[in-house]
């Protein structure tokens, strides 16, 4: 399948630079556009279960979190050589819904995300990947970390 929108949400880890390798070089061979996306949870407790978009713009409120993450996210883009890819920070109630809904809300065709390669059902049911896996309105290329 020919995917035109990749979504690549980045937890900063060292392992996750190799998520983003793989988001990359998926989003390079199928001409997809690349989006990257950092979840802060429980930012904004006003809003009700959904999410909030909040772009990559440096006259967004001095918050240190946020702009900490803004500061992670376009380091990560620049270590992977994706500089021009859509760089977004949500905050959500959880990360599974901050993953979720920015991928409804933007079309994405692949979400990609890192998953600890824990062993047996059990330990794989209260993972993110997992979470994002079943409720998600695309494919997930759940890459092992």
């Given at each position: 399948?020919?995917?035109?929108?990749?979504?690549f949400?980045?937890?900063?880890?060292?392992?996750?630079?190799?998520?983003?390798?793989?988001?990359?070089?998926?989003?390079?061979r199928?001409?997809?556009?690349?989006?990257?996306?950092?979840?802060?949870?429980?930012?904004?407790?006003?809003?009700?279960?959904?999410?909030?978009?909040?772009?990559?713009?440096?006259?967004?409120?001095?918050?240190?979190?946020?702009?900490?993450?803004?500061?992670?996210?376009?380091?990560?883009?620049?270590?992977?050589?994706?500089?021009?890819?859509?760089?977004?920070?949500?905050?959500?109630?959880?990360?599974?819904?901050?993953?979720?809904?920015?991928?409804?809300?933007?079309?994405?065709?692949?979400?990609?995300?890192?998953?600890?390669?824990?062993?047996?059902?059990?330990?794989?049911?209260?993972?993110?990947?997992?979470?994002?896996?079943?409720?998600?309105?695309?494919?997930?290329?759940?890459?092992?970390?």
């Amino acid at each position: 399948m020919a995917y035109q929108h990749v979504l690549f949400a980045a937890d900063f880890s060292d392992e996750g630079l190799r998520v983003g390798e793989r988001a990359r070089e998926i989003a390079l061979r199928c001409g997809a556009r690349l989006s990257m996306l950092h979840v802060i949870e429980d930012v904004n407790v006003s809003l009700g279960g959904g999410y909030e978009l909040l772009p990559v713009l440096p006259e967004l409120p001095d918050e240190t979190l946020l702009r900490e993450s803004r500061s992670a996210l376009e380091e990560m883009a620049r270590r992977l050589g994706v500089e021009d890819a859509e760089l977004w920070v949500v905050s959500a109630l959880s990360t599974k819904e901050g993953i979720i809904g920015a991928a409804r809300d933007h079309r994405v065709d692949l979400i990609v995300v890192g998953s600890h390669g824990r062993h047996g059902l059990a330990l794989l049911l209260g993972s993110t990947a997992n979470a994002v896996l079943h409720g998600a309105p695309c494919d997930v290329l759940a890459v092992r970390i």
